[in-house]
């Protein structure tokens, strides 16, 4: 599970593994130890319609809808997004990079823009 923060902006990227774990235990957890402190991000399943967040305890908690993880896991929907008061909140699957990078993409879905020869 990758975050992306910019401004008002939140995004969760999943891997294929993270959704399965997801749909399994109802949540995940990452963290990122600081030389004091550490930030926690987590993805928790809710039975509310809409994705909220909140930040207590330097933890980010997403909170996703049963329903919107059951249409990750069972249908090519890509993601979902929601815009509340302060917040844009984004969750979705993490595609394999069109360019060469470092990082180990075997967990990653498939990108559809990639050219299949």
Request: charged share 25%.
């Amino acid at each position: 599970m990758k975050i992306r923060i910019k401004g008002n902006s939140l995004r969760y990227r999943l891997t294929r593994s993270d959704i399965s774990a997801l749909a399994i235990n109802g949540s995940l957890k990452e963290q990122t130890d600081f030389l004091e402190k550490s930030l926690i991000y987590a993805l928790t399943t809710t039975q509310k319609n809409v994705m909220t967040a909140e930040f207590i305890d330097n933890t980010i908690t997403l909170y996703l809808p049963e329903t919107m993880l059951d249409k990750l896991v069972n249908t090519a929907t890509v993601g979902f997004n929601h815009t509340d008061e302060k917040l844009i909140l984004l969750v979705e699957k993490d595609f394999t990079c069109l360019d060469n990078v470092v990082e180990d993409q075997s967990d990653n879905y498939p990108n559809p823009l990639a050219i299949v020869s």
